[in-house]
Nanobody, 129 residues
Framework: EVQLQASGGGLVQAGGSLRLTCTTS????????IGWFRQAPGKEREGVSS????????YYGDSVKGRFTISGDNAKNTVHLQMNDLKPEDTGLYYC??????????????????????WGQGTQVTVSS
C-alpha cells in the first residue's frame, strides 16, 4: 500500500523559514517523482515543486523559485521542502504526491493535480504578516 505523510508545517512570521518532510512507503522510491502542492481556502490546489528521484532533477512553480528548495533522501525514502523568505501568500495546506517517473516525464503540466496518482494528508503552513 502506497503511503505518503506530510509533516513540518506550522505558524511562522513573514520572512521566516519552514522545512516540510514527505515520508513515503509502499513503492520503489527511485522510480517515482514526488511533488509538493498547496491549497489555500477557496483556491485550487497548485503545484509548488517536484523532484524526480532517479536523478534528482527538480522543478519549481514561478511563485517559489529562489525561495524554496526540494531535495530527496533515497536512503530514508523522504523528500524535503525547505521554504525560506516565506510570505503570507504562501499560506495553505501543503500536500505531497507521487507518480511513477515514466508518467511524470510524459505529463503535460506537473503542477496540475490530475497528473499525480497518490496523495498524502496535508500539513498546514500559516505565514503571518
Amino acid at each position: 500500500e502506497v503511503q505518503l505523510q506530510a509533516s513540518g508545517g506550522g505558524l511562522v512570521q513573514a520572512g521566516g523559514s519552514l522545512r516540510l518532510t514527505c515520508t513515503t512507503s509502499g513503492f520503489t522510491f527511485v522510480e517515482e517523482a514526488i511533488g509538493w502542492f498547496r491549497q489555500a481556502p477557496g483556491k485550487e490546489r497548485e503545484g509548488v515543486s517536484s523532484i524526480v528521484l532517479s536523478d534528482h532533477s527538480t522543478y519549481y512553480g514561478d511563485s517559489v523559485k529562489g525561495r524554496f528548495t526540494i531535495s530527496g533522501d533515497n536512503a530514508k525514502n523522504t523528500v524535503h521542502l525547505q521554504m525560506n523568505d516565506l510570505k503570507p501568500e504562501d499560506t495553505g495546506l501543503y500536500y505531497c504526491a507521487a507518480v511513477p517517473r515514466r508518467f511524470f516525464m510524459e505529463s503535460r503540466d506537473w503542477t496540475k493535480r490530475h497528473e499525480w496518482d497518490f496523495w498524502g494528508q496535508g500539513t498546514q503552513v500559516t505565514v503571518s504578516s
